[in-house]
Each structure stands twice: as structure tokens, then as C-alpha cells.
């Protein structure tokens, strides 16, 4: 008995062992999940986005506006570069040239001075023709031409966001109305049923609202579909991953204001870029024909050379007489350049150019037939919408007291099952059209915006 009992004490002894060991080793594993934890649950914490932050996100993750800034930035250096080539250019020559000797001081070829040649020298060149100058008016123009392009994307950016934003606040909106709607579907399922237990209501008001009951769950389930939709689709704008956890917490609706129409043509007038973009590339390639007319002209250069060319590579050098004498000098150029015959080359470029300038007129017409339209129509979308609204709203409150009193009546006996779906469906359907028509309200503002650059 007494060794039985020593037996029991060691083996709970061992056990207690263990589980403090096992106890220690896991408080450490145990600590670090708890960590983990509450990390996530921190990180986890839905970002709040309102209207301008989801813009500047957008401007600073879109693909396309970030090609046109490029873009804008390419020209801009290619006018710098057409500009540097009107002005005087400073180069460095180093030359060694060495020749077979003919047994005298001279070199055995006439072209060369001597056995030993040295020459290094500073050369200013300048070039005058009117082409060169003209494509760099033609460059300058082209920058800001491509500087409007990148305006035009940055709105379209803008326009993109609005919609996407717009969408999303309609979906949780929708959502929210939907199981308001499938609350009342079910108390008015409760109700019906306790006035067929009651013998005052028929079989067929039951399965009237468990059908009503379905049709909402089924269109709850429909508009939750969409909102995930509109969250991926604004993620997908301001947001390096799509399943980032945010709320969007403004009503574009209500934070835009439309404008007077006068006031709205005004700026336009004087902030699209895309009439500004096509003003300038018909400017640019106007001043592209000159310069290919200029073509057939005589081109002006000049060179200034300063340095040695000598025998020796020496400030001064020492003849056969003793005389000493200055290597360092200078010397001067001009050229005149006449074009007598190119095979047609210049002709070719001046019908090109020509073809080019028609391109730009043409576009031109366009684009200020197209800003007139899309000004009126843009303004007459939002106004229509924002008419729309207000008459949404005032029908979406006289549907929900409609449903109100038919519900009434029905407990009184006055009203049938049909009746009451027929009221609750409308009232879905206007709180929705009411929802769609901000959304609309809203796109057309920032449509417009990218007339007026005002948002």
C-alpha cells in the first residue's frame, strides 16, 4: 500500500511537471496570438472616405492620368529641346594626328601640316533658319496642348469617382430600404396570420405576404449583390487592394450645387481643356506648315573655333630659326546652305504638314460643336435630376403613409392583401428611383465639371 501510495505521489508530481511546463511554454505562443489579435482587430477598423479623399486617391493610383502626365512631361522636354537648337552650341575638339614623315619637317601627305599634329579647340555653332524656330513654337504650343490633355484625364478621373461614389452611397441606401421593406413584409405576414387564426381573414392574404416575404428577401439579397459591387468598383479606383474595409461617409448629392447656366458657359468658356487642347494642335500645325515651307529656303550657320592646331601641343613653339611663335588662335565660318534638289523630299513634308493642318481644323470644328452640346446637355441632365429629386422624395413620403393607412385599413376590414403588397411595393420602388435619380444628379455634375473645371 505504502509503495502504491509513493507511486501515486510521484506520478502526480510528474503531471503537475508537465502541465507547468506545458503552461510556460504556451503563455508565450498564447501572448503572441493575443497580439496578433489585436492587431488585426486594429487594422481591421473600416478607413472613412469622404468625396475628396476618394478624388485625390484616385488621381494619385489612375493608370491613365498618370500616362497623360507623362505625356505632358515628354513634351515639355521637347520643347526645351527644340529650343537649344536656336541657340549657340559650345562643343570641345581633341585631335592627334599623326602622319608618315618624308624625311624632312613636312609630313608625306599635303592635306596634313606636319608629322605631329595637335588640335584642340572650343567651337561655337549657330545655326539661323526660320524652320528651326518655327518648330519651336510649334513645341512650345504642343506642351500646352499636352498639359490640357492631362487635365482632360485628370477630370475623367473625377467624373469616374463621383459615379463610383454616387453608386455605392444609391447601394447602401437600396440595402438599408430593402430590409426596412422585408420588415414589413414580415410583421404584415404576422398580422395576416393572426387574422386567419382570428376567421377574419382568408388562406389566400397568407400566402399573398409569404410570397410578398420571399419576393423581399430575394430582393434584399439582390441589392446586397450590388452594393458589394459598387464597394469593388470604387476600391478598384482609390485603393491598391479591392477588399479594402472603408465606409464612404458624404451624399454627393447633397454637397454638389449645379450652377446658374450662364455662369456654367462662362467657365467653360475659359476652362475646358479639351477646346483648349484642340485650339493648340491646330495652332501648332499651322506653325508646322510655315516651317516646311521654309524649306525650300536658304539656312544660315555659323563657327567660331578657338584653340591650337600645331605641330606641338604647346601654347607657343619654337621654328627652325628660333623664332618663337603663338599656337593659340582663332578662327571663323559662315555657311550658306542652299537646297537645289531633294528627290521631292521637301515637297512631300509640306503636303504632310498640309494634311496635317486639315486634320487639326477639322477637329477643331468638332470639338467646338461638341462642347456647345455636351454644356446643354450635361446641365439639362442635372437639372432634370435635381427636379427629379425633389419630386422622388415628396412621392416616396406620401407611399410610405399610403402603406400606412392601407395597412390600417386592413386590420379594420376595409382593405384587401393585395392592397397592402401593392403599397409596400411602392414605396420600394420610389425610395429606389429617389436613390437612382441622386446618382444621376450627381454623374451630370461632375460631366459637367469637366466643362467648367468646377465641381
Known amino acids: 500500500m505504502t509503495s502504491f501510495r509513493k507511486v501515486s505521489l510521484a506520478c502526480a508530481g510528474l503531471l503537475l511537471l508537465l502541465s507547468a511546463a506545458t503552461g510556460a511554454a504556451q503563455t508565450p505562443r498564447n501572448t503572441a496570438a493575443k497580439a496578433r489579435i489585436a492587431t488585426h482587430a486594429s487594422t481591421a477598423l473600416p478607413v472613412r472616405i469622404t468625396l475628396a479623399d476618394a478624388i485625390r486617391r484616385a488621381r494619385a493610383l489612375s493608370p491613365v492620368l498618370e500616362t497623360a502626365e507623362a505625356n505632358a512631361r515628354i513634351a515639355a522636354e521637347m520643347a526645351v529641346q527644340a529650343r537649344a537648337a536656336n541657340l549657340p552650341n559650345l562643343t570641345g575638339v581633341s585631335q592627334y594626328l599623326y602622319t608618315q614623315g618624308n624625311g624632312t619637317l613636312a609630313s608625306r601627305f599635303v592635306a596634313n601640316n606636319g608629322v605631329h599634329e595637335y588640335v584642340a579647340q572650343t567651337n561655337v555653332h549657330q545655326n539661323v533658319s526660320p524652320s528651326l524656330f518655327l518648330a519651336y513654337r510649334s513645341s512650345v504650343i504642343l506642351a500646352a496642348a499636352a498639359r490640357d490633355r492631362a487635365q482632360i484625364a485628370a477630370r475623367g478621373v473625377v467624373v469616374a469617382v463621383v459615379q463610383a461614389y454616387a453608386t455605392l452611397v444609391a447601394a447602401n441606401e437600396k440595402v438599408t430600404s430593402a430590409q426596412g421593406t422585408l420588415r414589413a413584409a414580415q410583421q404584415f405576414l404576422v398580422i395576416t396570420r393572426k387574422r386567419e387564426k382570428n376567421g377574419d381573414a382568408a388562406r389566400a392574404d397568407v400566402v399573398k405576404a ?117 599656337n593659340l588662335g582663332y578662327s571663323a565660318l559662315a555657311s550658306l546652305n542652299v537646297p537645289l534638289f531633294t528627290w521631292g523630299a521637301t515637297h512631300s513634308r509640306v503636303k504632310v504638314a498640309e494634311f496635317q493642318q486639315q486634320q487639326a481644323q477639322s477637329a477643331l470644328s468638332y470639338t467646338r ?87
Not at 470604387?234 to 454638389?256: C, E, G, K, S
Not at 447656366?261 to 487642347?277: E, R
Not at 402603406?403 to 420610389?430: D, I, Q
Open 210 to 326: 409569404r410570397i410578398q416575404v420571399d419576393d423581399n428577401q430575394v430582393n434584399l439579397e439582390s441589392m446586397q449583390l450590388a452594393q458589394l459591387q459598387a464597394r469593388i468598383a470604387l476600391a478598384l479606383l482609390i485603393f491598391h487592394r479591392a477588399n479594402r474595409n472603408y465606409v464612404v461617409v458624404d451624399d454627393p448629392a447633397h454637397i454638389l450645387k449645379l450652377p446658374a447656366f450662364v455662369k456654367a458657359q462662362q467657365q467653360a468658356a475659359a476652362n475646358d481643356p479639351q477646346l483648349g487642347a484642340a485650339v493648340k494642335t491646330e495652332k501648332a500645325a499651322h506653325k508646322n506648315l510655315v516651317a516646311a515651307r521654309f524649306g525650300y529656303l536658304p539656312t544660315l550657320s555659323f563657327d567660331y573655333y578657338f584653340g591650337i592646331d600645331a605641330n606641338a601641343f604647346a601654347m607657343q613653339s619654337t621654328l627652325f630659326n628660333g623664332r618663337r611663335i603663338q
Open 369 to 455: 460643336r461638341l462642347h456647345t452640346g455636351e454644356l446643354e446637355l450635361y446641365y439639362s441632365q442635372a437639372e432634370i435630376a435635381r427636379r427629379e429629386i425633389q419630386i422622388r422624395k415628396q412621392s416616396t413620403a406620401d407611399a410610405i403613409e399610403s402603406r400606412k393607412l392601407t395597412l390600417l385599413r386592413y386590420k379594420a376590414g376595409l382593405a384587401t392583401a393585395l392592397e397592402v403588397v401593392n403599397a409596400e411595393s411602392t414605396v420600394g420602388l420610389e425610395r429606389d428611383a429617389w436613390y437612382d435619380a441622386e446618382t444621376r444628379y450627381a454623374t451630370a455634375l461632375a460631366n459637367l465639371a469637366t466643362l467648367t473645371g468646377n465641381l
